[in-house]
Structures are given as structure tokens and as C-alpha cells.
């Protein structure tokens, strides 16, 4: 396992740190942090990060992320030893007694520890920092949920940010199953859940409830049409944030059902699929945001739902108005919603984004789909009044947005040597 850090002066410290902190010698508030076995890991040096350039802070969080990682497989190896050793109410209760977890992340933690027991491929990416976290966390819960790959997964994992990842699990699990992902929506059903409830801590009610995939997109969409009525009958300069209107359309559609049944018939639901000229028929049913859905579901949903019938040719689908019309047609909206799954900046659902022109409209750029990108409103907001920059990564085809690259401060005292700061790149 390869030893990497930031800061020079420490270098020879990994080994006997790791021994330390595995002796609980090293206080919390300690210098270093350290993930990994004994022998090697991942270790963070303390450092002033306002004497850091951009991209040294950046490689830093890089590492730091690693030995989270590091970290995180030493929690799951323990807790999985005393559960083993005891029983799994053992290990949880350790968990809120020494990590002070709170009830729920202490069940997740000792599952997490439990299901890597049996997934040697993510755990040793965990244990080395190269597969994040959340990420083995969705690869032991697909594993626990029906027969995965774990090589090809653990693999991936490696690659793709955290929503990218959670799409691939689900394609993938429903690909797994050779049944076009019907027992996984059986599955996500019976998990449905809802609560209502006064928060003792707040006293404010708290909704909370989880739907399966083609339920909840759904209800997204409804609860995304309440916000646009909304924000259109807003007062530009005293609007509410974006949490505060989400929670007034879900107050209105409830409290005033009436209005929000007028409101249904203008809802789309975005359902895409590819046409399988072999088998002459369509395949790999997906929501506009990359959740599969079963063929067998499509002829229901059709009869509830205005669906807005879209098949694209992934080689020539390039739709192209060029200068005839400023704004995206549906077609090209639903073309987007399939091209970038969300928004490029944060991943929000497509039903909450607006096509967006990499080169703008008042300069001559044209409304084809080469020229257009799904982001969210909060993400346009970035692009015109703080410099963010629409990015095609050259590997994947995807576009992301960048924030602009600034200038470092001027550096003040010691600052981070490069050769800890190189591995974090890979990540
Ligand atoms: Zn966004």
C-alpha cells in the first residue's frame, strides 16, 4: 500500500502514527490523521491551508478523501469483529458509544462491516482509498439486495463521481437480474415508507417518506410544476430560497388539492428508452434520470401519466434548431434529460433543470443540442454571475461545470510539498 500524505517534515511519521492512533495514544485534536494498516496507509498531515495554492488545497482534500476511505474500512473491519464475537446489538452499541453514531448510522456502519466480510474486491479499494465510502456502501447494499459483479462494480467505482455510481449500481442491478429490473421495483415498493412527526427538537412537523423510483418521479414532478407556478407569481426581489418554496408547494398540493389536480395535466413524465431493432421492440426502460424501469410498467404508466414519447438514435440524435428558435423544443429537452441525466453542476433531477447555451444565444449560439446543456437554476446562477464554465470531459463525453480558477492568496507560512500532493490526481 503506497504511503502518501502532505507535509514534508512528517514523512517518517505513518508508521508509528498508525501504531498510535490503533493505541488510541493520539489524542482527537492530534496533528495527523491516519487511515490504513500498520506498515503504509493514507495519512494527512495538519497543515495551514491558507498558505495553499488551489490546486494544492484541492490534491489535499484528494487525500483527505482517501483516508477517509482507509478510515472508514478499519471502522467496518472492527464493528464486523464484534459483531462476530458478540452479536450485531454488540457491535451497534459500540458504534454509538465510541464513534457517538447516532442510532441509525450505527445499524448502517456494522451492515456496512457485515457485507464487506464477503466482498474482498471493495474492501481492499477501501482499505487502499481508491473506492470511496458511499460507494462501497452502494456496492454492499446491491450486494445484499440480489446477485451483483463485484470485480466489474468495485472496478467502476473507482471512476465515477457518487450519482454517476448510483445510476451504474442500478442499471447494473437491474441488468443482474435478467428480469428488465422487475424484482428490484418489487423490492424498492415494499421498502415504501412515510412518517409524520413533530420534531422534539425543533417542534417543527417533519414529512418524511420514501417511494420507489417510478412513484417518486412522479411526485417530483408534480411538486417541481407546484414551484414553477410559484416562482413565477414571485416578487423577483424577495423571493424565498429553493427549500423554502419546495416546502410551500408541498404545503399547497396538500392543503389545496383542488388547485393542484388543475395542475396535473401540464406535468410531464420523462420515460426513455432504446429501440432494439433485433428484438423489434423497445429495452432499457429508464427514467429521464438514469433509474431503470420495466418495459411491463410502461403501458401503466402511460395511461396515468402524459409521457412524452421520445426514441433517440445515441449516433445521430443530435437535434438542431440552430438560430430558428431561442429556447429548447421538448424534444431537445427530453434529448438533454437523457444526454445528462441532472443538472451537470450538482446532479438535480432533470425535471428541476433548463437547457442552458454553452455559447450564448445573444452571440450567435445556436439551439442544438451540441450547444446545449441541462442545469438547475441554482447552477445557471453560477454560470452567469460567478464565472462557472460548462467542461467536456475528454474521457467520457460528459459536461460538468467548473468553477472559475482563481489566483492563490499570497502564500504565508509553511506550505504542502508536492510529492504528497501527486497521488490524490488519481482519485
Ligand atoms: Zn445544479
Not at 159 to 172: E, I, L, N
Not at 378 to 390: A, E, L, P, S, T
Amino acid at each position: 500500500m503506497d504511503s502518501i500524505g502532505v507535509g514534508g517534515p512528517t514523512q517518517t511519521l505513518p508508521v508509528a502514527l498508525t501504531a498510535a492512533v490503533a493505541a488510541g495514544s493520539v489524542p482527537a485534536a492530534g496533528a495527523v490523521v491516519c487511515g490504513g494498516c500498520a506498515g503504509g496507509g493514507v495519512w494527512v498531515a495538519d497543515a495551514d491551508v491558507r498558505g495553499l495554492g488551489d490546486e494544492e488545497l484541492t490534491a489535499r482534500l484528494g487525500v483527505i478523501g482517501r483516508a477517509e476511505s482507509s478510515l472508514a474500512a478499519m471502522k467496518a473491519a472492527a464493528l464486523s469483529e464484534i459483531a462476530r464475537r458478540h452479536d450485531t446489538a454488540a457491535a451497534e452499541h459500540a458504534a454509538r458509544a465510541q464513534l457517538a453514531a447516532s442510532g441509525r448510522s450505527a445499524r448502517s456502519d456494522v451492515k456496512l462491516g457485515l457485507a464487506l466480510d464477503s466482498l474482498d474486491v471493495t474492501r481492499e479499494g477501501l482499505a487502499s482509498g481508491v473506492i470511496p465510502g458511499a460507494h462501497a456502501k452502494l456496492i454492499a447494499r446491491a450486494a445484499g439486495e440480489g446477485p451483483i459483479d463485484e470485480k466489474h462494480l468495485a472496478s467502476v467505482a473507482q471512476q465515477q463521481g457518487y450519482d454517476q455510481f448510483r445510476r451504474t449500481v442500478q442499471r447494473h442491478q437491474a441488468d443482474q437480474a435478467a428480469d428488465d429490473g422487475k424484482s428490484l421495483l418489487e423490492r424498492q415498493r415494499e421498502n415504501r415508507s412515510g412518517r409524520v412527526f413533530t420534531s422534539s427538537e425543533t417542534g417543527m412537523t417533519v414529512l418524511n417518506a420514501q417511494f420507489d423510483p417510478v412513484i417518486g418521479v412522479q411526485i417530483a414532478a408534480v411538486v417541481a410544476a407546484a414551484e414553477r407556478d410559484l416562482y413565477r407569481d414571485e416578487d423577483p426581489d424577495n423571493r424565498p430560497s429553493h427549500h423554502q418554496r419546495t416546502a410551500d408547494a408541498i404545503a399547497k398540493l396538500l392543503l389545496e388539492p383542488s388547485a393542484a389536480g388543475r395542475r396535473r395535466g401540464g406535468t410531464t413524465l420523462l420515460i426513455v428508452a432504446d429501440y432494439d431493432a433485433v428484438g423489434q421492440g423497445l429495452a432499457n426502460a429508464r427514467l429521464a434520470d438514469g433509474s431503470p424501469v420495466p418495459i411491463s410498467e410502461l403501458a401503466q404508466l402511460a395511461c396515468d401519466a402524459q409521457i412524452l414519447p421520445a426514441i433517440f438514435d445515441r449516433a445521430t440524435g443530435d437535434l438542431c434548431m440552430g438560430r430558428m428558435c431561442r429556447f429548447a423544443t421538448d424534444a431537445q429537452r427530453a434529448a438533454l434529460a437523457l444526454r445528462d441525466q441532472g443538472c451537470i453542476g450538482c446532479a438535480k433531477s432533470p425535471i428541476y433543470c433548463e437547457a442552458h447555451h454553452i455559447v450564448p444565444w445573444e452571440i450567435g449560439g445556436r439551439t442544438d443540442l451540441a450547444n446545449l446543456v441541462l442545469v438547475c437554476n441554482r447552477c445557471h446562477h453560477h454560470i452567469h454571475d460567478d464565472g462557472w464554465q460548462v467542461h467536456r470531459r475528454h474521457a467520457t463525453g460528459n459536461y460538468e461545470l467548473r468553477p472559475p480558477t482563481r489566483s492563490p492568496p499570497e502564500p504565508t507560512t509553511a506550505r504542502t510539498d508536492a510529492r504528497g500532493a501527486a497521488p490524490a490526481s488519481k482519485r
